[in-house]
């Protein structure tokens, strides 16, 4: 890209090219997924040796599988002899074999059957270790696997860092799937991962939650690469009209806190979970009309925790000081964004659709606590067609979700108009999306930005 039009980044500011620019895609595939930690899949999709996950970005794909009960490896899912890859989704395999001409590796990578290995005699570099499965850098956190295509990658921790610091009270790791949902959207990557990096759209986009969100006035943070919003003086708390609908604090608001977590069951089923909405209710019985309203935030919480432990599924040793630190929703760098509650996560993995700038995989998962045995079986939805994310998107993506798709393809249209230069990222509200793509341009164009 020619220095005159490289793109400029404030923290009010992002460019309208970073979603647009085919070079930019091209200059991600060449500087930023080969160079960084990404999500590839959460343990439980491995649990026994031998199960694997195929994880595709880009033109490059990775075989995940656990090799032993302690042991996870990854490798560049590519047959050495002439380029077949040797994994597609998810299974499990006592070796991996190329489908093409039967050759075998066992899950350590190491080659073990080559057909008519003596017709190679004489010829250069046909020792067993020129055959062996290339691998890359695997890590773990939290129940994640993440993997990173250089071997002279920072630490996996260096790079969360500080998130876990915030975060690890919330024990995600004792989560297990709910559900695993998948989508092809006609929008840039950083679009559809952007419309969850903040809670300025609520207003706008999902006015149905104003009647029990409180205060929706948010404030974004970052962390060196990372970012995160939250609220952290509302003047309105849960379960009360947002000021923005002109209503006032009923003096009974123990039903608006009911509604909130009925509708977030019955809109998204992600975050908090039905047990959660059951449990609030206790408050309606147990709890006089006039007990202030943190007391009743705090039972409620109290009331989630009981229902969660008496089920089995147990509950983390998490304070209230916690909680406020670690605000709602994060954005890790580069394409993961996650909402958490006590007993659940909804997580977000954005991923390029190839050369396409116009195109992205939106992986859109639930998990929560469940008592050992209880967890539901997997089942990954997948809608790639290309108009599947218009056909029954309430039904299979709930209320919240529809909404928020229909605003990411309408902002892919209305950033190609010649009148749009580039987004106005509110300071305040959007600082975690103007911090992303200033970081993402000091790694395409290799020089610091100011803010």
Excluded at 52 to 64: A, G, K, L
Excluded at 94 to 123: E, P, T
Excluded at 157 to 184: G, I, N, Q
Excluded at 429 to 451: A, C, K, W, Y
Aim: net charge negative.
């Amino acid at each position: 890209m020619d220095t005159a039009v490289k793109p400029k980044v404030r923290v009010d500011y992002v460019p309208a090219e970073h979603y647009l620019s085919r070079e930019i895609v091209q200059l991600e595939k060449r500087l930023l997924w080969p160079k960084v930690w990404q999500l590839a899949c959460r343990l439980e999709e491995i649990p026994f040796v031998g199960d694997y996950v195929t994880y595709d970005i880009n033109d490059e794909s990775v075989i995940v599988v656990r090799q032993t009960a302690d042991t996870i490896r990854a490798f560049h899912n590519v047959c050495p002899h002439r380029g077949r890859r040797l994994t597609e989704g998810c299974g499990t395999a006592a070796k991996l074999q190329c489908r093409f001409h039967g050759w075998q590796w066992n899950l350590d990578g190491k080659v073990i059957r080559i057909i008519d290995r003596d017709d190679w005699a004489g010829c250069p570099d046909v020792a067993d270790e020129d055959f062996t499965l290339p691998e890359i850098k695997v890590d773990t956190w939290a129940g994640f696997v993440f993997v990173n295509f250089d071997p002279g990658c920072e630490p996996l921790a260096r790079h969360l860092a500080p998130v876990p610091e915030y975060t690890d009270c919330y024990e995600f790791e004792k989560m297990r799937f709910r559900w695993y949902k998948s989508v092809r959207l006609p929008c840039n990557w950083k679009v559809a991962l952007e419309a969850f990096s903040e809670g300025y759209h609520v207003f706008g986009t999902h006015p149905q939650l104003l009647d029990t969100q409180g205060d929706d006035t948010t404030r974004s943070f970052t962390f060196g690469k990372h970012g995160m919003f939250g609220y952290p003086a509302p003047s309105r708390l849960m379960g009360a009209p947002s000021p923005r609908t002109g209503r006032p604090v009923p003096d009974d608001v123990r039903p608006g806190i009911v509604k909130f977590f009925a509708d977030l069951e019955d809109q998204l089923k992600a975050i908090t979970t039905a047990s959660d909405a059951e449990a609030a209710k206790r408050i309606l019985s147990e709890c006089p009309p006039d007990t202030p309203h943190l007391e009743l935030l705090m039972k409620v919480g109290q009331f989630q925790a009981e229902a969660a432990i008496a089920a089995g599924a147990g509950y983390p040793n998490i304070t209230g000081e916690q909680v406020y630190k670690a605000g709602t929703d994060w954005h890790v760098f580069p394409n993961m964004i996650f909402l958490m509650s006590p007993n659940g996560m909804l997580f977000y993995r954005a991923r390029p659709d190839g050369d396409d700038p116009d195109s992205c995989f939106y992986d859109i998962c639930s998990i929560a606590r469940y008592a050992p045995g209880t967890e539901p079986p997997l089942k990954r939805e997948l809608y790639w067609g290309r108009d599947d994310w218009k056909t029954d998107t309430v039904q299979r993506f709930g209320l919240i979700l529809a909404q928020d798709f229909a605003n990411m393809t309408e902002v892919q249209k209305g950033m190609k108009s010649q009148a749009f230069k580039g987004a106005r990222t509110n300071p305040l509200q959007e600082s975690s999306i103007s911090n992303f793509h200033r970081v993402l341009r000091e790694m395409l164009f290799d020089e610091p930005t100011g803010g």
